[in-house]
């Protein structure tokens, strides 16, 4: 069974750090570009980061992109080794409250994301 | 960035009825779109894609259209478990944004 599994969420004070993880299984992980999207309580979905996949070492990994409320303080990283997805968080703010998901793109021609985890909670409360 | 708008924001239908939800973009962008089913508690799950192609999956009265700003998702006859927010998506150039979701409910 394809699945995601995320984990790593909790309240951390305005300020912190939190290392989110997504553990991937029932695929190839390393062939598939992934992202990480969040949800804010009663709003909609906001993407937040992207990491391409594929077996081109050019591309697979090193092309990255954030959402500009994150850029500079957010990270997205992968282990192709370990099928796990990661987003380092720092400088955390309380409007990063959200659900976070992580999310597998249907290949890497594909852009649609088609496989979600069931999300991790953040919560940025003093 | 390009900005997402649905209409309506929420709709209320009964069980066989046909629901339509639009969806625009506010620059062009192909048939770069997406539609989302999400439910409380729940990830969104993917519908449609590249505007029209149906998600393996997904009940075929789900249907989807339109290219360059203008799109189109068709419930063809509401089902109970489609009782649902309905979001678009724009995969055309980064940020990709969601539109702001139409809710559907039971009348």
Same mark, same amino acid.
């Given at each position: 069974e394809v699945q995601l599994v995320e984990s790593g969420g909790g309240l951390v004070q305005p300020g912190g750090s939190l290392r989110l993880s997504c553990a991937a299984s029932g695929f190839t992980f390393s062939d598939y570009t992934m992202n990480w999207v969040r949800q804010a309580p009663g709003k909609g979905p906001e993407w937040v980061s992207y990491i391409r996949g594929g077996s081109n070492p050019i591309y697979s990994g090193s092309t990255i992109y954030y959402a500009d409320s994150v850029r500079g303080r957010f990270t997205i990283s992968r282990d192709n080794a370990k099928r796990s997805l990661y987003l380092q968080m720092n400088s955390l703010r309380a409007d990063d409250t959200a659900v976070y998901y992580c999310a597998r793109e249907r290949n890497l021609k594909s852009r649609y994301m088609d496989v979600w985890g069931k999300g991790t909670t953040v919560i940025v409360s003093s | 960035?390009?900005?997402?708008?649905? $209409?309506?924001? $929420?709709?209320s239908a009964s069980v066989g009825d046909r629901v339509t939800i639009i969806c625009r973009a506010s620059q062009g962008i192909s048939s770069w779109l997406a539609w989302f089913q999400q439910k409380p508690g729940k990830a969104p799950k993917l519908l449609i894609y590249a505007a029209s192609n149906l998600q393996s999956g997904v009940p075929s009265r789900f249907s989807g259209s339109g290219s360059g700003t203008d799109f189109t998702l068709i419930i063809s006859s509401l089902q109970p478990e489609d009782f649902a927010t309905y979001y678009c998506q724009q995969a055309h150039s980064f940020p990709w944004t969601f539109g702001p979701g139409t809710k559907v409910d039971i009348k």
């Open positions: - | 960035d390009i900005q997402m708008t649905q $209409s309506p924001s $929420s709709v």
